[in-house]
């Protein structure tokens, strides 16, 4: 499969926001006056044999709705995006984890052309047992590269842990483009260059281990800083994480 079938499949798969399920309503003890939820997940988080979710909620004030007079949207929703982790006992749901300034909201008042990060070009999932958080960058003006991002965490003694961390960018003009993936149970990454999803390409991929202790954790980590914070990860311009 080349490079470009399968962004194009990745990204169809990324692009599918997830569906608000019909038993959605037993999640309203969870949604506070003035929020709502727009996006679920649902799986086995503890392997207790009982489906857990990850809720996404979104504040409704119409103060954040932001009117933009140039590119991008008119209107810019600048709404705050809170994570939920339920997990479901014989009692009902208990609260895990709930999470404020986290995931970005739908737009940026300094990049109003940017895509939704998180429900446009990304999304939340669970999968045998691991909790996976894609976010993604998509301009429809004022730059050609496009990324994405998958962090993936695991239910650790009571807290979920970073175990993998994923990202590949390309540019939509020349196709050029990288991909790296980091274990952080193994601490290793690889990384891939030399890519193009236009065509015949001479990838190279190098190894190596990641340096010093790398234990993240979703409950105090931040996915995004500024390069000049000090702890900007040498890597990458759009991310990093705090203990």
Request: glycine residues 8%; aromatic residues 10%.
């Amino acid at each position: 499969m080349t490079l470009y079938i399968k962004y194009i499949t990745l990204t169809l798969l990324f692009v599918a926001v997830p569906a608000l399920s019909e038993t959605s309503s037993s999640f309203n003890a969870w949604i506070p006056k003035n929020w709502e939820l727009i996006a679920t997940a649902t799986g086995d988080l503890n392997r207790d044999g009982i489906e857990d979710a990850v809720l996404i909620l979104e504040q409704t004030d119409p103060a954040n709705l932001v009117s933009n007079e140039g590119l991008g949207s008119s209107i810019l929703n600048l709404n705050p995006r809170r994570l939920l982790i339920l997990l479901k006992t014989p009692e009902g749901y208990q609260q895990a984890l709930s999470r404020d300034n986290l995931l970005p909201s739908q737009n940026d008042n300094d990049a109003p052309c940017l895509a939704d990060p998180l429900l446009e070009e990304g999304g939340i999932s669970i999968s045998d047992g691991k909790l996976m958080i894609q976010l993604g960058a998509w301009l429809s003006c004022g730059g050609w590269g496009v990324s994405h991002e998958t962090f993936t965490f695991r239910l650790e003694n009571a807290r979920f842990s970073l175990i993998g961390y994923d990202y590949s960018t390309f540019a939509r003009n020349s196709g050029e483009a990288s991909e790296e993936s980091i274990n952080y149970l193994t601490g290793r990454r690889k990384t891939t260059t030399g890519l193009n999803i236009f065509g015949d390409s001479e990838p190279k991929v190098s190894w190596n281990r990641i340096s010093g202790s790398r234990e993240f954790y979703l409950d105090n980590m931040v996915f995004d800083c500024n390069p000049n914070d000090e702890q900007y990860d040498e890597y990458h311009s759009s991310c990093t994480w705090s203990r």
